[in-house]
């Protein structure tokens, strides 16, 4: 079974860069597509940005060019460099697959203050 546990939120101001980290146990995470995903209050869960295992990424439109994905294969990690953030990014941010597969990690918690 995959356990996903993420790290690295808090509060920080407008402007501010946080940097977030998935750990993956329990699955060939080298071959796995991967994602960070996040919910904010009364919204649905939403994908952020993918990482194939090649390296190739994508971004959700709101987040291109203030976010970046990257992952260490020897390490089983993920991460989200989080740069220029805004109120709206407020959420607790989660990874997993992509497509999500299986149970989710307990997330992260990102405040954002304007």
């Known amino acids: 079974q995959v356990q996903l546990v993420e790290s690295g939120g808090g509060l920080v101001q407008a402007g501010g860069s946080l940097r977030l980290s998935c750990v993956a146990s329990?699955?060939?995470?080298?071959?796995?597509?991967m994602g960070w995903y996040r919910q904010a209050p009364g919204k649905q869960r939403e994908l952020v940005a993918g990482i194939r295992s090649g390296g190739i990424t994508n971004y959700a439109g709101s987040v291109k060019g203030r976010i970046t994905i990257s992952r260490d294969n020897t390490k089983n990690t993920v991460y989200l460099q989080m740069n220029s953030l805004k109120p709206e990014d407020t959420a607790v941010y989660y990874c997993?697959?992509?497509?999500?597969?299986?149970?989710w990690g307990q997330g992260t918690q990102v405040t954002v203050s304007s």
């Open positions: 329990g699955s060939i995470f080298s071959f796995d597509t």
């Open positions: 997993n697959r992509l497509p999500p597969l299986g149970s």
